[in-house]
């Protein structure tokens, strides 16, 4: 089953910790990319990467940071997490040569108090 | 800079009714209009799509249209159910080899039985 995973799914953690969030795709794709979800705001994008070890900003990439080290993985780390990072994150996946469909997945609900 | 606005931000609607979505883009050369569908818990799942060569695009009791001269698109549920009951984002692609989307700031739509 095609499958963009993404963990933790619920994460209540303290101004300054760091953290990462993982995210993982069994489907191929070269295309990665975080976003955020505010209300009212809509989906907004973090960061991307089309492949391995190429990534790039997003328009919401203050405080945080990705690493593409293998195709499947694009964990998304907050190096010193603050209350303005509270929100839902996506990990989303795609093939550009295969269609369109971005694949999202279930959301991680992060809470920075 | 680009933008895609959204409207209604909430919307409700009797069973059996009609719904409309409508949204608004700014770049011009954008070329691809997905809608996407999220349940409450889930992450976003693509419903239907437009591309720029295209008028009008039906599947089932969902149907898109665009108008690329006035840049707008819309999305239109017929017969309505509570199962249709969800949150709707629009997006636009960025047609500058990145692939990236902007995506609307999204409408609940409330379906009553």
């Known amino acids: 089953e095609a499958q963009v995973t993404q963990n933790p799914r619920y994460l209540i953690t303290v101004t300054g910790k760091k953290l990462t969030v993982t995210c993982s795709q069994n489907?191929?794709?070269?295309?990665m990319s975080w976003y955020r979800q505010d209300p009212g705001l809509g989906l907004r994008q973090i960061y991307y990467?089309?492949?391995?070890?190429?990534?790039d900003k997003g328009d919401v990439p203050e405080g945080y940071k990705v690493s593409r080290k293998e195709k499947r993985n694009f964990p998304l780390i907050l190096e010193s997490p603050s209350p303005n990072q509270t929100s839902l994150y996506f990990c989303?996946?795609?093939?550009?040569?295969?269609?369109?469909?971005?694949?999202f997945g279930e959301g991680s609900w992060l809470t920075v108090v | 800079g680009e933008n895609v606005e959204q409207h209604p931000s909430t919307l409700s609607v009797q069973e059996g009714d009609s719904a409309v979505i409508k949204c608004t883009y700014s770049?011009?050369?954008?070329?691809?209009f997905p809608w996407y569908k999220q349940e409450l818990g889930k992450g976003p799942q693509l419903i239907i799509d437009?591309?720029?060569?295209?008028g009008e695009k039906k599947d089932q009791r969902i149907a898109v249209t665009l108008n690329k001269t006035a840049k707008h698109f819309s999305l239109h549920i017929t017969e309505t159910q509570p199962e249709d009951s969800a949150v709707y984002f629009c997006?636009?692609?960025?047609?500058?080899?990145?692939?990236?989307?902007?995506f609307g700031t999204g409408t609940r739509l409330k379906v009553l039985a």
């Open positions: 989303a996946s795609y093939r550009p040569d295969s269609g369109n469909t971005i694949y």
């Open positions: 489907m191929n794709h070269e295309y």
């Open positions: 990467s089309m492949n391995v070890e190429v990534t």
């Open positions: 770049d011009s050369a954008s070329n691809y």
């Open positions: 437009i591309r720029s060569n295209v």
């Open positions: 997006a636009a692609d960025r047609p500058s080899g990145t692939y990236k989307y902007i």
